[in-house]
DNA sequence: ATGCCTTATTTCATAAGA
């Protein structure tokens, strides 16, 4: 089984490299973020044309989750319960989170909040938003013997994930709540993947667009795959496709891509 | 060994990303 995760930035703007890159890669399931539409306004039929199904929670101009898939679905959940929200509890959760089994494993797909600036409102949601995942996580995973917690986390676990430590003091995605944040979550019971990268020695999945970031190797790694044990040792392959951070009209991440053994 | 920001929108400017 082939399972994998790709912040696409818009899912409008990347159609083609999805299409394409689904075509190439074939992944049993794909978990992708910041689709950036409306459920009602998904290319669905595009993503079928290339023998794939597809289940979205979309707000519309931002944010907005999913899980592409070729043996189906079970067990869908869109948000989660006391999912925080913001600015206020008056509006609706953001769609940050979308879970389906697959064959028996379960998947998380989720787009944790950036943050923006420390100590911003922002953070404190950011930091909410993961607490209240965590709860979640925690009561959902008994259930399931293979269980896969992916997607975006905008955070980098420790400052090997980021090209340069220097530039991120006193920076969202590394300060130490955060990362206290990703340590309870892998304590539940989770093991962190460790993809390769195809080239050099981080498995970076970000890299700004800015300033020529990806070709000068400016990069993160916040977008991870949690997986429980049962999961982990399965484990034949896991691996960065920064091919698909090249070329012409890219996202911004690359997919992480993680074979098992059946 | 790759190309120097990109996206959607209440669009020709803004907010957001990380």
Redesign the pocket.
């Known amino acids: 089984m082939r399972i994998a995760t790709w912040?696409v930035?818009?899912?409008?703007?990347?159609l083609p490299r999805l299409v394409e890159w689904l075509s190439l890669v074939r992944p049993d399931v794909l978990a992708v973020?910041?689709t950036?539409?409306?459920a009602d306004?998904f290319p669905y039929d595009a993503v079928r044309e290339v023998g794939y199904d597809v289940e979205v929670h979309g707000d519309?101009?931002?944010?907005g989750v999913g899980l592409i898939s070729r043996v189906g679905f079970d067990d869908l959940r869109r948000g989660f319960d006391a999912e925080p929200r913001f600015p206020t509890d008056d509006v609706p959760p953001e769609a940050r989170a979308i879970a389906a089994t697959f064959n028996g494993v379960r998947v998380w797909s989720v787009?944790v909040?950036?943050?923006?600036e420390v100590d911003s409102d922002?953070y404190a949601y950011k930091l909410r938003w993961l607490d209240a995942l965590t709860r979640t996580i925690e009561s959902e995973l008994p259930a399931y013997e293979k269980f896969v917690l992916t997607g975006?986390f905008?955070i980098?676990p420790t400052d090997a994930d980021v090209w340069d430590p220097s530039v991120f003091v006193a920076?969202?995605?590394v300060t130490e709540p955060e990362r206290a944040a990703y340590r309870r979550l892998v304590g539940l019971g989770l093991v962190d993947l460790e993809a390769r990268a195809l080239?050099g020695d981080h498995p970076f999945t970000?890299w700004?667009?800015?300033?020529?970031?990806?070709?000068k190797g400016m990069g993160?790694r916040?977008d991870l795959v949690l997986a429980s044990k049962a999961v982990a040792t399965a484990v034949t392959d896991a691996y960065v496709d920064?091919?698909a951070?090249?070329?012409k009209?890219?996202?911004?991440?690359a997919p992480v891509v993680v074979d098992l053994k059946d």
């Open positions: 912040n930035n818009s899912v409008g703007a990347r973020q910041e950036k539409c409306a306004s519309g101009r931002w944010n787009y909040p950036n943050g923006r922002h975006d905008n980098a920076s969202t995605h080239k970000y700004d667009y800015r300033a020529g970031s990806f070709h993160m916040i920064r091919e951070r090249k070329g009209g890219p996202s911004d991440h």
